[in-house]
């Protein structure tokens, strides 16, 4: 089976705007307008399709590791570095995992000025043309907020890109850049048109379910949401992996647990939205707070719900925290609207949640873990069924991690801390 990429690249991409705005400021739709500018710039130079494809995506990407820095760093698990260099290299290596094709530089140097005062003390001509289109789109964004503008502003606004002529951006950047930022183009880039002009950018694409582009997708995605939150950096990868290994455990085909493996990877994707001062808030939360995390299954839903060939994913994505009795959310589903997978995957989340170490709570062994799932399998919640297939199959990690299932060890770039 085969699912529309793009739209799973596209949709993940509102996520990252969400997170850029938080973290930096930025603009709503930051990414996007990003990815619009260098096709523009991009075709301005007669960049063939495949090329710009790539640019675009990186650009959507630019920041992909953003919070990873920023929350490794809090953390204590990486350096500071006031010139924001380790995002640009880690951003570079997450995203060579993913596309194929020469990158090489693109996101790396997306903060080089012309006049090499970038992080990596690059120079005009020294950085690939890409990376010099990103940094402008990107810095110009910050800048003026494009959705912004007004059109009669338009000049003053080129003589500005102008000033940075040979300081901050390159002279054949500036130069693509004041030829292509027309009327026009301002008005594609206004919040009602974005999504619209970035289907131009990076046009449809069907891809099988099976294709490694998905796995390797899969596992970008779940790395960024974990470090959202420091409390949760192996959370997703470890439902991924779990939900994978129980594929095996029933014996499906690669079909269907390719699904599921991308379903868990994604299930938390909302979470991406919602504001790490309350996901990692120490004390106990206000009802109004617990109400702004929950919302994190319905967002899920709302980014996966119109990607063609999802579907059923979505479904099981965003069942995760419903019950059994109707008790649950987003939508309050009951027994009769939960499938096997749903309930499979909101028993591997608790699972998850209980036996990890949180900052309110200790690692927990395999036994105690169980022990809680078969209270809420006896109380009506989960399935029992597969909470007693839980206890068998898990029971050889006792509540420790589920490595890397062996055919995606190939697709899995560590990270170096
Ligand atoms: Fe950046
Ligand atoms: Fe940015
Ligand atoms: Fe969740
Ligand atoms: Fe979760």
Redesign the pocket.
Known sequence: MTIRFDKLIKNTGIALDIIEKELLGAATHHGKRVAVLVDAMGRFFGLDDGTRKNLSICALFHDNALSEYILSERAGLAPHDPSMKLHCELGQKNLEALLPGNISGYVLYHHEWANGQGPFGKREGECPLAAELICLADATDVRHRYNCIDPDKLPQLIDRIKNDRGIHFTNRAVEAACTVINEELLHSLSDDCIREALDRAIPPEEVDIQNTMIIKFALLVSRIIDYKSAFTRRHTAQIANKAWYMGNWYKWNDDRKAQFFLAASL??LG?LAIPTEILEKPGALTPGEFLIIKD??RITWELLKDIEGMETICDWASN??EKLDGSGYHAGKGADKLDFNSRLLACI?IYQAVSEERPYHPGRTHRDTMGILFDMAGRGFIDGGIVNDLNMALQPFNGGDVPLPKILDLFNTPVGY
Do not use: Q
């Open positions: 299930h938390d979470k994190h299954v995760h925290h989340d």
